[in-house]
């Protein structure tokens, strides 16, 4: 695991989140994790749950687009799920705009983005 920041597989798809604490180095480690994971494991696509980022920088930014791009190089699509109002606000502030990088609401409606669909329960079987 990257710096204490959990990172699920899914079948062909990670899910990843972000905490609010978030520094320089923890956000490589992040990436670099992310990246390996996605050659190894053949995925097909990540989820970046930032619904924990209370706050954004310009750093940040940058790292998620060039995660997606390093994802799209592999196959693998990236969405970055869970965006707050305020974080949404302070990347328009600040003219940042995620080229290349799909949102969603929540990491739910990632999943249904990438296509991934809950195992239908199981009909009890008659006796």
């Known amino acids: 695991m990257s710096a204490g920041l959990p990172i699920l597989r899914l079948g062909d798809i990670l899910l990843g989140g972000l ?36 706050i954004i920088d310009s750093f940040v930014a940058r790292v998620l687009m060039q995660l997606a791009e390093t994802g799209r190089l592999l196959g693998a699509r990236m969405i970055v799920a869970g965006m707050r109002p305020a974080v949404a606000l302070t990347l328009t502030e600040l003219g940042l705009q995620l080229t290349g990088v799909r949102t969603a ?23």
Not at 22 to 51: M, P, Q
Not at 113 to 123: S, V
């Open 19 to 54: 905490l609010s604490d978030l520094d320089d180095k923890t956000a490589l480690a992040f990436t670099d994790e992310l990246t390996h994971r996605i050659a190894d494991e053949h995925i097909r696509g990540v989820i970046v749950d930032i619904s924990r980022l209370e």
């Open 105 to 127: 609401l929540n990491a739910e409606q990632a999943m249904e983005q990438l296509g991934w669909r809950r195992p239908a329960e199981e009909a009890p079987h008659a006796s």
